[in-house]
């Protein structure tokens, strides 16, 4: 299983980015696709996360500023996040999960930094 994450970076406080995950090595469509970040010092949280079905379930903290997509034909997941704050300063990791398991399997993360 191989999860390739790209996208993160620099932005001031009300910007935008789209995170992506290429997955590779799983059927894709049969798995929970989500997100989750690790700020320095905390735990690991979930972001958003998207079923086999396409069921979304996001974080409080980040209702209605993320989108959390897939596309199958690509067997990508994508994590849309606007209106960025400081506090969303993490690296983002991408996990996949197949449908009725408790099988994990993680991405490398990538960075997402908001200035203020």
């Known amino acids: 299983v191989q999860l390739q994450a790209s996208g993160g970076g620099l932005v001031q406080a009300g910007g935008s980015l789209r995170l992506s995950c290429a997955a590779s090595g799983i059927i894709f469509s049969r798995n929970s696709m989500s997100w989750y970040r690790q700020a320095p010092g905390k735990q690991r949280e979930l972001v958003a996360r998207i079923g086999a079905s396409g069921s979304t379930n996001y974080a409080d903290s980040v209702k209605g500023r993320v989108t959390i997509s897939r596309d199958n034909a690509k067997n990508t997941v994508y994590l849309q996040m606007n209106n960025l704050k400081p506090e969303d300063t993490a690296v983002y990791y991408c996990?996949?999960?197949?449908?009725?398991?408790?099988?994990?399997?993680w991405g490398q993360g990538t960075q997402v930094t908001v200035s203020s």
């Open positions: 996990n996949a999960r197949p449908a009725f398991t408790n099988q994990d399997s």
